[in-house]
């Protein structure tokens, strides 16, 4: 992964945050039915999100391979007064927390070839407390050829079906495709094709008495 953390750097190493610093939309709305609690970010780059949620009163914990990524992040942080834990790690070889430890966990943008995705997703399901929420937006295939971002492979990119059966252990919410205009920094500008998916980890039963 040493290719593309020397990419993301490179992106990151301006001045300017290449994605803005405002929240993802979709994430903004979502995570504003929440109760603040322990919230897990991955694949945050620059910690728009991470530092608007720690704004909100979550307990934040940002994970990304970019160590350019962390430091505009914690800069951001600071203008705003709140602390984020972000971790410098490859998601695909990161150290979980225990099962069932987080209330809400970000995917926004965290596109990841097939094998890693579905590994990936594995783990953050597992990780979600009873009752946690799972906030997800990606580009789908419908992308490609927009000049509004994401990457150029198709693999990718993420369909509602993959979703469905890499979070089969939650409920699903919300997993469907949508149409929007992306004013999200310079690299995210414009027309759109994304997938959004809300998913909620199911309580544990009440014991039999």
Request: proline share 7%.
């Amino acid at each position: 992964m040493t290719h593309a953390a020397d990419f993301w750097d490179a992106r990151y190493e301006s001045e300017t945050y290449a994605y803005g610093t405002e929240p993802n939309a979709y994430f903004r709305r979502q995570l504003a039915a929440l109760p603040p609690g322990r919230l897990l970010l991955l694949a945050e780059g620059e910690g728009r999100n991470a530092v608007y949620a720690a704004r909100q009163g979550w307990q934040v914990t940002a994970v990304d391979f970019s160590d350019e990524g962390r430091a505009k992040t914690q800069r951001l942080a600071a203008t705003q007064g709140v602390r984020v834990d972000y971790q410098v790690a490859d998601l695909t070889d990161l150290a979980w927390q225990r099962p069932g430890y987080y209330d809400a966990i970000g995917l926004i943008y965290a596109h990841l070839p097939p094998d890693d995705r579905q590994a990936v997703h594995a783990a953050a399901a597992a990780s979600l407390a009873p009752g946690g929420h799972l906030i997800l937006e990606a580009f789908n295939p419908r992308q490609l050829g927009l000049a509004s971002g994401g990457p150029r492979e198709a693999e990718l990119l993420y369909e509602p079906a993959q979703l469905a059966t890499d979070f089969a252990s939650l409920a699903l919410l919300e997993n469907q495709e949508a149409t929007v205009v992306l004013r999200e920094g310079t690299f995210h500008a414009g027309p759109a094709q994304v997938v959004r998916l809300l998913a909620q980890r199911p309580a544990h039963p009440n014991p039999s008495v």
